[in-house]
């Protein structure tokens, strides 16, 4: 049964042209002007983009004694509704626990996903069954990215040492690592001597994460990838001090991607001053929001290229779930939703401000996160051939962001109250119209999972040149005679 999106304008990362766009068996079959077929989906006045791909969510996450509130099933038909069609969730292993037994449990949780979906595998431990398992987690569940977290002390962090041998693997794998980047070390004594002194509130968490903890991190997992000669991802990259590292690293010529959050571009560090407990810590994440100044330097890191995916990662704790911390911010579940406003949320300070194009809003909201984690041109992409992963978005229709309306399962939402311009008008996922005009139509058990393929030519470019660049011995002649 074919469908056609009719008489819309199409945005990709580099062009913005009018056409209409036939879609067969989940695919995009046809691209131009005056295409038929069974059913017509009417595209006049709005724009037709890749579906969102949000390479950071954490669906029925175990966390710091609980579970993230969305599963599989809600989590994605928040996506669907907010335009977002590909998620990609973290598979974390439990101290010593097999990384395919892990696996195993993720795959069981995702058999509900109403949209695609793939994982990131953490190492959040290292022995040589974990450097043994990596190549069958690549070459067998086509997974090609490993998350380090740097923080969390005593639960999923891990030290320098094990992040070099990580890294290594993973350039040998043609694999590319995250980071989490904050000291966790740092942040860990801070956190007690802030409890030390009486300051118990959830303020306190943003006191003991300051951006200087996350700069260093950041600097650091760069300089240990590209002694690994590794290319390196950092998710939610929220300050100038990580930005400027990953800028330098750039510039130096090193592949090092930075990932801001929804949250980190469109709030600030006012929010831990509340007077209101709950309104605090129900935004209490790490990292916290930052300053006007750091978000300055995300969005223009967004429109120079020097930041490249904008993601949300959600995980999201219910206002019961976020007292378990209430006589101790170190108790609070870091995590906040955005699934469903990442799209809206993005057009509405971003495109309709005129901080970053439309096409820029297409790169790295879906294209460039493609092309990083090789699933491109299948997603991301509006070309013959690729997945029918539409948004098909109406820059004129607004609404107020509210809990009461929102798919997420979790009882308030961090951007309650803001108005936002540009709504998905048709959500399609491989094709399945999933959301029409608002009315939510998604699908339990549609999502599917998203193999990735290693990456042959960054790998290779990279192998190359640390080979030309190794260390060689100088073969002398005419060595003189020991003087002793
Ligand atoms: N970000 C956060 O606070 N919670 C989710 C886990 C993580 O990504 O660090
Ligand atoms: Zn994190
Ligand atoms: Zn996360």
New binding site residues.
Partial sequence: MTTVIKGGTIVTADLTYMADVKIDGGKIVEIGPNLSGATTLDASGCYVMPGGIDPHVHLEMPFMGTYSADDFESGTRAALAGGTTMVVDFCLPDPGQSLLDALKRWDNKATRATCDYSFHMAITWWGEQVFNEMKAVVSHHGINTFKH?M?YKGALMVNDDEMFASFSRCAELGALPLV?AENGDVVAAMQAKLMDEGNNGPEAHAYSRPASVEGEATNRAIIIADMAGVPLYV??TSCEQAHEAIRRARQNGMRVYGEPLIQHLTLDESEYFDKDWDHSARRVM?PPFRSKQHQDSLWAGLASGSLQVVAT?HCAFTTDQKRTGLSDFRKIPNGTGGLEDRLPMLWTHGVATGRITMNEFVAVTSTNIAKILNIYPRKGAILVGADADIVVFDPSKSKTISAATQQSAIDYNVFEGKQVIGLPRYTLTRGFVAIEDGAVKTREGHGHFVKREPYPAVSKALSNWKELTAPRKVERSGIPASGV
């Fill in positions: 977290f923080a989490h998710v939610h790490s990662d």
